[in-house]
T-cell receptor, first 114, second 113 residues
């Protein structure tokens, strides 16, 4: 069983469209994250949720809206997609306060905006 | 706030040679330090971490790293690399408490046969 799973793996769409990426973890973790990796491989935190509550919201356009229906899910909805949104988006999860401080990552969603 | 600098964007090395990937961090508070590896078309996997205690930490696949507080460094080393070690390596830092993991820009390790 995949610990952190994201769907879809690839997403190709046109500018102006609205799309969603889903993420689920079956590890019993209480904290989930979205990271964006650009074409130069730079990884940057976008959002973090702990027990369904938003705890980190970095400088991200408000076209990006995370939604956490429960602790095991953190979905990312993007409105009015732009060319600059093309990137690989990674979901991750962790157990807050766990001694190993380890993040588990999904395999990524490659978003291409045409 | 914390930040991470990975000084080398690409490191080519011959198979069975040693390698060191450099990482420096800046922080005004105590930190946790990590190295993650990303194989092609995959998510990141934890290689090793420093939380406290011994400054020399050993991770998976024969990698190790040494925390040097005075030099604010956490360089990653392996005495003998394999072709399968070809990947992107990310150094990361976070402060204690509810702070996010901040990644460096990554170092592409290419092992040449």
């Amino acid at each position: 069983d995949t610990a952190v799973s994201q769907t879809p793996k690839y997403l190709v769409t046109q500018m102006g469209n609205d799309k969603s990426i889903k993420c689920e973890q079956n590890l019993g973790h209480d904290t989930m994250y979205w990271y964006k990796q650009d074409s130069k491989k730079f990884l940057k935190i976008m959002f973090s949720y702990n027990n369904k509550e938003l705890i980190i919201n970095e400088t991200v356009p408000n076209r990006f809206s995370p939604k956490s229906p429960d602790k095991a899910h953190l979905n990312l909805h993007i409105n009015s997609l732009e060319l600059g949104d093309s990137a690989v988006y990674f979901c991750a999860s962790s157990l807050q306060g766990a001694s190993n401080e380890k993040l588990f990552f999904g395999s990524g969603t490659q978003l291409s905006v045409l | 706030a914390q930040s991470v600098t990975q000084l080398d964007s690409q490191v080519p090395v011959f198979e069975e040679a040693p390698v060191e990937l450099r990482c420096n961090y800046s922080s005004s508070v105590s930190v946790y330090l990590f190295w993650y590896v990303q194989y092609p078309n995959q998510g990141l996997q934890l290689l090793l971490k420093y939380l406290s205690g011994s400054t020399l930490v050993k991770g998976i696949n024969g990698f190790e790293a040494e925390f040097n507080k005075s030099q604010t460094s956490f360089h990653l080393r392996k005495p003998s690399v394999h072709i399968s070690d070809t990947a992107e390596y990310f150094c990361a830092v976070r402060g204690k408490g509810n702070t996010p993991l901040v990644f460096g820009k990554g170092t592409r390790l290419s092992v040449i046969a």
